[in-house]
Structures are given as C-alpha cells and as structure tokens.
C-alpha cells in the first residue's frame, strides 16, 4: 500500500509540473481572465481556513481525504510524452470542456459537503460559519463564472447530507480531512487554468 501511494504521488507530481505557468502568457478569453483569479482567492481562502484553530482543533491526523467523484487530475491533465509510465495519464488529447466541467463538479461537490456540514452538529457552529462562508461566497462566485459549465447539484446534496452525525468531533473530524483534500484539489484546478490560459492545450 505504501508503494502505490508513493507511485500514485509521484504521478501526480508528474503531472502537475507538466503544467506551464501562464505569467506572461495571454489569457485565452476575457472568461478565463475574469475566472482565474478568483480560483487563487479560493485556494487562499482554503489555506487559511485550515490554519484556523477553530476548525481542525484538537485533530492532530493530518490525513487528507478526496470523495469527489470529479476526475479533475484525469480530465485536466496535460498530453504527457508516450514513454511515460505513469498510468493515469491519458491517451487522448486534452478537452477544455472535460476539464472545466469536472472542475464545476467540485466545486458543486464542496459547496454541498460544506452547507450540509454547516447543518450538522458542532462544537462552535458561530465560530467556524465566520471561517467558512467567506470559502463558501468564492465557491457561488466561481459558480457563476460564465467560464464554467452548468452541473446537476441535486445528487450531491443528498450524498453529502447523509455524512455527518450527531458527535461533533467525529463531524469536525472528518470535515477537517476533507478540507484538506479539497486544497490539494484546488492546487490542481490552478495548474489547470493555468494550463487553459496559457493555451498550449491548442498548439
């Protein structure tokens, strides 16, 4: 197990420094201009929502956890060269619109995960709304980026619904590693409209 996870972080880190840097590059529309900013805000806001006290406080496992069904780091992965060996890159060639509409799956997928974790029970429910609507409010933003592809909301809300209970560390608990793993997602989304900005994609 230890060395599929190394193998797996080790093509995830191939894949993420295929990604080109867009500084200097010229966006490739005024959407994506507009839109990618706000995806900086988002991974800010997250990086600092977990080094607040007040939600991971007392959790001393830094393990992270992915549950969405989005295949971001799939779809939005660049054209490796064939000799590569990392198995999850993908034959096919790039897809814009594969790659934004997974990214819309996740931010569906964490705004729900979020508003029905705000629903459950807590220690400090005043406390810990203060450090997460702001995240919330950027997710809605990004939502509404005319860039982005409508996706379906309804099943996730019930899916994510059904994952709290009534103890409040066990709910703060597992809230605390999934905020991590959607850092690590939107460190991801980053590279990706880096990648779309920069428009090698179409090269």
């Not at 950027?138 to 619904?161: F, G, P, R, Y």
Request: hydrophobic letters at 35%.
């Amino acid at each position: 197990m230890a060395n599929f996870h190394f193998y797996f972080v080790s093509c995830a880190l191939l894949l993420t420094l295929s990604w080109r840097t867009a500084a200097g590059v010229p966006v490739r529309t005024q959407d994506a201009e507009q839109c990618s900013p706000h995806f900086k805000e988002l991974l800010l806001s997250i990086t600092d929502l977990l080094n607040d006290p007040n939600l991971c406080y007392g959790i001393t496992s830094d393990k992270v956890v992915v549950r969405s069904q989005a295949e971001t780091l799939l779809a939005c992965a660049p054209t490796l060269t064939p000799n590569s060996s990392c198995m999850i890159q993908r034959n096919s060639s790039f897809s814009e619109s594969e790659c934004l509409r997974n990214i819309m799956k996740d931010l569906v997928y964490y705004e729900a995960i979020i508003n029905s974790y705000m629903a459950s029970p807590r220690r400090s429910p005043e406390e810990e709304d203060k450090r997460l609507n702001p995240t919330l409010d950027k997710i809605k933003h990004l939502k509404n980026c005319s860039l982005m592809l409508n996706e379906d909301n309804d099943s996730t809300e019930k899916v994510a619904a059904k994952m709290w209970g009534k103890d409040t560390f066990s709910n703060r608990q597992e809230m605390c590693k999934m905020m991590r793993g959607f850092h690590v997602r939107t460190i991801t989304i980053n590279r990706a409209m880096g990648y779309i900005s920069s428009g090698d994609h179409r090269k």
